[in-house]
């Protein structure tokens, strides 16, 4: 009799077959049931660990017994049981090293790897929608933003940005894992749950390292009380970690306001924070403060949607001047209600820094970061304000602190290329734009970046083998940098006119790299001034470079007049002269190739790393 029928005829497939199906039953049964008990994770996966070691027992007992109407009793016909015994044993070892080694969520690494982050350090996933209305997905990401936002206050607490941890929204896997690409040592999660004016909302805080639920509640409130449960979740957080990590959360509460304010707030965040319907978002916003216009955080990010709408859609210089106006004058309203609020010295920052009064603009931007050390938005855009005024090591070390609080976040690998190009680090370049194809491969600095690099340091064979790697990828985009180069570096068989055709078509302040790589000081004048204040914060930038044609552009009267209008020269002043330009007594300035004494910034020292 062949081995298939001896098997067959001791029922050892029969039994095996059933004791899997039943194994499956009872383990999906259980991981329903041992969370709801708010069990340990390990508890499952002891049960887990049992259950596989339980099936060569079974099938071996198959194999040695024979269950009949006179019991279970063992056939002596069944011989060969050290075999079995054997077998068994080295099934149950298997079983072991699979899970222990072979489940990408339990490998060793992926649990000791957390273990290194600051035990302070937490993230708040995204929570999920229960509602069963896709609609209601900014209302549970709303509540997930403004959690975040409360932690975020409590000094002791490193918190991920909000940009970091909507990337992993809607794509499940366990803590460990997320925990370890976050960097932090604990994760918030949970779900919400709206039925019209009532709300459940279940929270959770779990510990990287192990997967253990440190603390879970669920709550059932009216909406008029969310700031109050916002406030109380934090509260009930910052109590669980205060046990294991002696962290003190002083939560303040707030004012509550009119729920369809609120409703009509996180509808425009959701907007804001995808930057889509740049518009929608401001109407939602302005119909949150006509609601309740003692709402600071309405009229902060009312301002804030109106001072970035410029990047999202086209418009002229006069629509870009308004646009700017109302964001101003929304900042004001915040300032009224909450004066020291991070994102209100945020927007006042901006607000300065479109007046060309770059002094105000970074006094506004530090007290914004003391306030709130873990909000990222402030910290690009001073970043950015260091880069547009020619703080160009300042501006790098600013950006290694964004791209560390928020990982995720598009923006700040942009800032940290604009200001490792400036310095022509090619590392640290070449990083930021390896990681900007990672989180998107389309975007613009992605594209472009490295034929950017190369112009700003006139380095032609460089800039044409960066444009061959736009043509072998992105063909369609590659249009305007193949009728840009051969006119940029001289060539004489450069069409002029297709180059002029390029520039007109060419995306936002892509034209001035052109212009300046040429070293066109009438073309970049002209552009710059029809381009608007957004774009003439930019304008030192541009020419900071090495390639002799940017600074031969600086030496320009005329550039000269625009630093001025554009209040560089008063800034610089204030804090100290970049590399290329120097003062000249009390009323001159040069800027370009003979202004050879670089004169060292004095300026605060960059905020601490969060």
């Known amino acids: 009799m062949s081995l298939i029928d001896e098997l067959q005829r001791r029922k050892v497939f029969k039994v095996g077959g059933a004791y899997v199906v039943v194994a499956w039953l009872v383990i999906q049964v259980a991981s329903i049931v041992f969370p709801a008990f708010d069990a340990p994770p390990w508890v499952l996966r002891v049960f887990i660990l049992i259950s596989l070691l339980g099936f060569p ?141 009532q709300v459940r909302i279940t929270a959770q805080l779990v510990r990287v390292s192990d997967g253990f639920h440190v603390w879970s509640q669920t709550y059932d409130r009216k909406l008029e009380g969310l700031f109050a449960l916002q406030d109380e979740i934090a509260q009930n957080i910052g109590q669980a970690l205060q046990e294991s990590l002696g962290v003190v959360t002083p939560i303040a509460a707030r004012t509550p306001i009119d729920p369809a304010a609120y409703d009509e707030y996180l509808k425009g965040r959701a907007l804001l924070r995808q930057r889509r319907d740049m518009p929608g978002a401001i109407a939602h916003f302005k119909a949150a403060v006509a609601r309740a216009p003692q709402f600071a955080e309405g009229w902060s990010s009312l301002s804030l949607a109106e001072d970035t709408i410029y990047w999202y859609v086209p418009m002229d210089k006069a629509q870009a001047v308004d646009w700017l106006a109302q964001a101003a004058e929304a900042a004001e309203r915040a300032k009224a209600l909450a004066p020291d609020a991070a994102p209100t010295q945020h927007l006042l920052g901006n607000a300065a820094r479109e007046r060309f009064d770059y002094v105000s603009a970074e006094q506004h931007y530090l007290r914004s970061i003391a306030a709130d050390p873990s909000y990222p938005d402030v910290r690009e855009d001073y970043s950015e304000l260091l880069y547009q ?171 000269k007049s625009r630093l001025i209008d554009f209040g560089f020269v008063a800034y610089w002043r204030a804090k100290g002269w970049p590399a290329g330009c120097r003062a000249l007594g009390d009323t001159d300035f040069e800027c370009g190739p003979d202004a050879t004494k670089a004169v060292a910034l004095r300026h605060e020292p960059a905020p601490a790393r969060p």
């Open 57 to 197: 027992i079974a099938v071996v007992t198959a194999w040695m017994f024979d269950a009949g109407p006179d019991g279970v009793h063992r056939d002596g016909s069944r011989t060969g049981g050290k075999g079995v015994y054997a077998a068994a044993t080295v099934l149950a070892m298997l079983a072991l090293g699979w899970y222990f080694y072979g489940q990408p969520t339990f490998r060793r690494g992926d649990v000791e790897t957390p273990n290194a982050s600051d035990p302070r350090s937490i993230a708040v996933l995204p929570f999920e929608n229960m509602s069963g209305d896709p609609k209601q997905e900014y209302f549970s990401d709303g509540m997930t933003e403004e959690l975040l936002d409360v932690l975020a206050k409590v000094p002791q607490l490193k918190v991920v940005a909000r940009t970091s941890v909507f990337v992993f929204k809607g794509k499940g896997g366990d803590v460990r894992e997320i925990g370890r690409k976050l960097g932090v040592a604990n994760i918030v999660e949970g779900s919400v749950r709206r039925d019209g004016e």
């Open 389 to 559: 005024v020619g703080r160009m090591q300042d501006s790098a070390a600013a950006t290694r602190q964004v791209v560390q609080l928020d990982p995720y976040y598009i923006v700040g690998w942009m800032r940290q290329f604009d200001a490792a190009s400036a310095l022509d680090n090619r590392k640290e370049a070449e990083h930021a734009l390896e990681r900007l194809r990672e989180l998107d491969p389309n975007n613009i600095y992605a594209i472009y970046g490295a034929v950017d690099y190369a112009l700003a340091h006139g380095r032609e064979a460089e800039a044409r083998a960066a444009a061959l790697e736009i043509e072998a990828h992105h063909a369609v985009q590659a249009a305007f940098v193949r009728a840009l180069l051969p006119w940029v570096f001289g060539d004489p068989a450069a069409d002029e006119r297709a180059a002029s055709a390029a520039l007109k078509s060419i995306p936002t302040m892509k034209a001035g790299t052109y212009l300046v790589a040429r070293g066109d000081t009438s073309g970049f004048l002209e552009f710059i001034d029809r381009a608007g204040p957004l774009d003439q914060t930019y304008f030192f930038a541009k020419m900071f470079a090495s390639s002799a044609a940017a600074r031969a552009m600086l030496a320009d009267p005329q550039v």
